[in-house]
């Protein structure tokens, strides 16, 4: 299985902040990765897919970039509406992996 | 806009066999663009894989449930199901079923989600 190691497991922020969250794949898995958010008792909705394209109504404040095994997930200015668990996600080998997730907190 | 929802029972006794639903509307089940997912969260694994079903009805399980998982499906009733068997406390999670968005692989992301499930294994 591929094994994808995100960090930090958590982290603290200010409203306004940059925060940067990583995700490291154990092989190469070019693009094919994902970024998705959870909120309390939700189901995770997709943010990002391949690595770096923003799904359609997520707003621009959330970025992603990386190929191969390093990747990086940005918010540029956190929003009290972005307090969640983000989670990244392989797809370019079964079974399909998640990372364990950073759950973010103001 | 198409939407998923879980349903089956929330507890399970030991050794017993899990059985969920996920009953798919707004889409088919049979649309060749999609493939259909279930999904488990737990405090010990995290986001865990469990399986996928192709719109012709091929399945693919995680190797570390095949021994004990079968998907099936009612395509009258656009309704896909998860059976796991031998079921022990390590399989107490949030059950998702999911519909995976096909293109450079066969599911390229998940999305949406169906609301999720809790099933405890308890006697």
């Known amino acids: 299985d591929i094994q994808m190691t995100q960090s930090p497991s958590s982290l603290s922020a200010s409203v306004g902040d940059r925060v940067t969250i990583t995700c490291q794949a154990s092989?190469?898995?070019?693009?094919?990765l994902n970024w998705y958010q959870q909120k309390p008792g939700k189901a995770p909705k997709l943010l990002i897919f391949?690595?770096?394209n923003l799904e359609t109504g997520v707003p621009s404040r959330f970025s992603g970039s990386g190929s191969g095994t390093y990747f990086t997930f940005i918010i540029t200015s956190l929003q009290p509406e972005d307090i969640a668990t983000y989670y990244c996600?392989?797809?370019?080998?079964?079974?399909?992996?998640f990372g364990r997730g950073t759950k973010l907190e103001i | 806009q198409v939407q998923l929802q879980e349903s089956g029972p929330g507890l399970v006794k030991p050794s017993q066999t899990l059985s969920l639903t996920c009953i798919v509307s707004?889409?088919?089940?049979?649309?060749?663009?999609?493939?259909w997912s279930w999904i488990r969260q737990s405090a010990g694994k995290g986001l865990e894989w469990i399986g996928r079903?192709?719109?012709?009805?091929?399945?693919d399980y995680n190797p570390s449930l095949a021994s004990r998982v079968t998907m099936s499906r009612d395509t009258p009733k656009n309704q896909f199901s998860l059976r796991l068997t031998s079921v022990t406390a390590t399989d107490t999670a949030m059950y998702y079923c999911?519909?995976?968005?096909?293109?450079?692989?066969?599911?390229?992301?998940?999305?949406?989600w169906g609301r999720g499930t809790l099933v405890t294994v308890s006697s």
């Open positions: 999911a519909r995976g968005v096909s293109g450079r692989k066969l599911i390229n992301w998940f999305d949406p």
């Open positions: 707004g889409g088919s089940i049979t649309d060749a663009n999609y493939y």
């Open positions: 079903m192709s719109a012709s009805g091929s399945i």
């Open positions: 092989h190469d898995i070019s693009d094919y």
């Open positions: 391949d690595a770096s």
């Open positions: 996600q392989q797809y370019d080998d079964l079974p399909y992996t």
